[in-house]
């Protein structure tokens, strides 16, 4: 993958974890983790687009795919 930027995601996790510094090994693999989170919510968020009938992913695609995700 490595699409995501690893600053935006140590400046994530220093901002949440009380100004914690992160190991270069820490930090790649919050990259990972993120991308794969990411691209599970696409793939469900656009799943309930189709499902609708709709090329366009819509907020309540986004709140039903996090939903899913939660749960299973």
Known sequence: MGELPNAVVKRLLTKHGDGMRVSGSALERAVAAAE???AR???E???SAA?????TV????IDEAKAKLAHG
């Open 36 to 38: 794969d989170y990411i």
């Open 51 to 55: 499902a609708a009938k709709r090329k």
């Open 45 to 47: 968020a656009s799943a």
């Open 41 to 43: 919510l696409a793939r």
């Open 58 to 61: 819509m907020d309540g695609d």
